[in-house]
Nanobody
Framework: QVQLVESGGGLVQAGGSLRLSCAVS????????MGWYRQAPGKQRELVAS???????DYIDSVKGRFTISRDNAKNTMYLQMNSLKPEDTAVYYC????????WGQGTQVTVSS
């Protein structure tokens, strides 16, 4: 069974940076399309950034130029480098594959203070 473990979140001031990690077991990330999702209080979970099995990346407009998704196939780990963080980036961040989701992990909380 695929397991996803997110880490790297925390409390940071606006303008700061964080690097999230997603450790995957039970499946090779190189064979999957992968994404970072976030869910803010009272809002639906949204796809923030994605990387296909072919290495093609995409981002929602609000994070373009600030967030970078990457993966290390040897470590079977995916990353999200988040720079110039804004208070509106505050959310629980999750990773998952798509279009066939694996069981969701616990996520990692990112809180950006103004």
């Amino acid at each position: 069974q695929v397991q996803l473990v997110e880490s790297g979140g925390g409390l940071v001031q606006a303008g700061g940076s964080l690097r999230l990690s997603c450790a995957v077991s039970g499946s090779s990330i190189s064979l999957n399309h992968m994404g970072w999702y976030r869910q803010a209080p009272g809002k639906q979970r949204e796809l923030v950034a994605s990387i296909t099995r072919f290495g093609i990346t995409d981002y929602i407009d609000s994070v373009k130029g600030r967030f970078t998704i990457s993966r290390d196939n040897a470590k079977n780990t995916m990353y999200l480098q988040m720079n110039s963080l804004k208070p509106e980036d505050t959310a629980v961040y999750y990773c998952n594959r798509f279009p066939l989701f694996a069981p969701w992990g616990q996520g990692t909380q990112v809180t950006v203070s103004s």
